[in-house]
C-alpha cells in the first residue's frame, strides 16, 4: 500500500497499513473513522491538520449525500469538508465504531424484551 511507511519533508512517518482503507469521501454518514493519511501536497496537508484532520485523528461523517461537500465532528468541532479534499483522506473504520453499535442494537432489543415482559404480568 502507498501510505505505509510515507516518506514526507520530514521524514518517515511510519504509520501502520490500514486493514480496511478507504477515501473518506466514501464513508456512510452515522460512521466513525481514523485517519491513515493524507494523501496530499504540502499545502493542503497543512489547511487539513489546522482543521484537525491529521493521521491517528478521529471523525464521525454526520452528513455525506455523495456529491458536494460533507459534513463531519472532530470532538466539538463541526467541519465542512469538499469532495476532493475528502478523496485525498485515507480512513479507516474505528474499531469503537463496531462495538457501539452493537451494545446499541443489544440495548433496544434487551429494552424491547423487557417491555414484553412486564406488559404480559400484569
Do not use: W
Given at each position: 500500500m ?10 518517515v ?8 482503507p478507504?477515501?473518506?469521501a ?7 473513522v ?10 493542503l496537508r ?5 482543521m ?20 463531519l465532528?472532530l470532538?466539538?468541532?463541526r ?13 479507516e473504520?474505528?474499531?469503537g ?6 451494545r ?5 432489543r434487551?429494552t424491547k ?10
Open positions: 502507498k501510505f505505509a511507511n510515507r516518506t514526507t519533508a520530514k521524514g512517518s511510519g504509520y501502520k497499513k490500514a486493514e480496511h478507504q477515501s473518506l466514501g464513508v456512510a454518514p452515522g460512521r466513525q481514523s485517519v491513515v493519511d493524507v494523501d496530499a501536497g504540502r499545502e497543512h489547511r487539513l491538520e489546522s484537525g484532520i491529521f493521521p491517528n485523528a478521529e471523525a464521525r461523517v454526520l452528513n455525506n449525500s455523495n456529491h458536494g461537500p460533507m459534513l465532528s470532538g466539538m468541532n467541519i465542512m469538508l469538499g469532495r476532493g479534499m475528502a478523496q485525498k483522506v485515507i480512513v473504520p474505528c474499531r465504531d463496531k462495538e457501539v453499535s452493537r446499541l442494537f443489544n440495548c433496544s434487551e424484551e423487557g417491555l414484553k415482559g412486564s406488559g404480559n404480568s400484569g
